[in-house]
């Protein structure tokens, strides 16, 4: 069958909930079970009575158990297109790259420059890549996200019950999230939070962006110096909430932008941070933290790739060789 033709569940059908599905919304729950049908068509069967769990008619946000049976009526459902094929060399890397692994999570030290999921013109993202690496896995679910040039720390759950527990976590913030940045010119040291509220905007290019805007959603981000250079600084960046873009743009509001960004960047100096060897984003996830179910701690923490620490060692060779002309 070809990929673009729908095909028909001629039959009505039933699934069994199973018990770590169980505490979901029925619309959550359909529109995984029944991918490629149109979030609106979800609700229409909802709201006709035709979903059905336990013989009963239930509201968009009624929560199903395990154990219940949820009948689904007869429903087109497009074939989902073939998957790209993940080359042997990002399967390896991504191997290489865990950090951590239980029955329920998986922590990775994600790749610069590899989307979390594709979408918006990417074929192939980390969390299709991973599936393809773990094809045993029934389940495999981002927790959170990166921006694509971001590097380090991101969790991916392997059970339904854990990714519910850190999507909790998250919202009582209760994960400790570290990312260490290299900025341009020097931070002070007393410049240790940045309170600005953030408010994503779109350009006409269609290019989105995010601005420091009064009307924005309130934005936090403790910072403490790491480490001095000569014309750049290695920050620690702790964010309170969790905008898109925030440490980049909180430090681009600060006045000292992410070293290598192209968005919110300095053109100029990051062509000149090229030739240091720092040829992508330096903002990297170093450390995560959070209670796990059974209330063991976790924490994680992701090396720098051999580029960035290289990049940073010739930063401190060319300080140290200011400050030994200055003292001549």
């Known amino acids: 069958m070809s990929d673009n033709k729908p095909a028909a569940n001629i039959s009505v059908r039933y ?28 609700y229409r069967i909802i709201r006709k009575g ?75 993202g980390l969390i299709e890549a991973m599936r393809q690496l773990r094809p045993d896995e029934r389940f495999l ?61 779109e350009l006409q290019s269609g290019e989105r962006v995010v601005k420091v805007q009064p009307d924005g959603k309130a934005s936090i981000t403790r910072f403490k110096v790491l480490r001095r250079f000569t ?10 909430t969790g905008r898109t873009h925030q440490i980049r743009v909180h430090t681009q509001f600060a006045g000292h932008p992410i070293i290598g960004d192209d968005k919110y960047g300095v053109e100029s100096i990051n062509k000149d941070m090229k030739k240091q060897g720092v ?14 179910p059974e209330g063991e701690m976790l924490n994680v923490k992701a090396p720098l790739e051999p580029a960035l620490s290289s990049a940073l060692e010739r930063l401190a060779e060319q300080q140290n060789k200011a400050y030994k002309e200055e003292s001549e």
């Open 279 to 292: 040829r992508r984003l330096f903002l990297h996830s170093a450390m995560l933290q959070v209670a796990l």
């Open 231 to 240: 014309q750049t600084t290695l920050v620690e960046a702790k964010p309170v």
């Open 50 to 124: 035709e979903v059905r769990v336990n013989k009963k008619r239930i509201k968009p946000d009624g929560r199903i158990q395990g154990g219940d049976w949820v009948r689904i009526p007869p429903i087109r459902v497009s074939e989902p297109a073939d998957a790209p094929i993940v080359g042997k060399a990002l399967l390896e890397l991504l191997d290489a790259s865990i950090l951590y692994e239980s029955k329920a999570l998986i922590v990775l030290n994600k790749p610069s420059g590899l989307a979390v999921h594709g979408g918006s013109g990417i074929n192939l």
């Open 141 to 201: 679910e981002l927790v959170h996200r990166l921006d694509r040039d971001t590097s380090g720390c991101i969790m991916i759950a392997k059970k339904r019950s854990m990714l519910r527990h850190l999507h909790e976590a998250l919202r009582q913030n209760r994960v400790n999230k570290i990312y260490h940045a290299l900025v341009v010119g020097k931070w002070e040291s007393k410049n240790n939070v940045v309170d600005a509220p953030l408010r994503k905007n």
């Open 15 to 42: 699934i069994e909930v199973e018990d770590d599905q169980a505490g979901q919304r029925i619309d959550n729950f359909l529109l995984t079970a029944l991918k490629g049908v149109p979030k609106s068509m979800i």
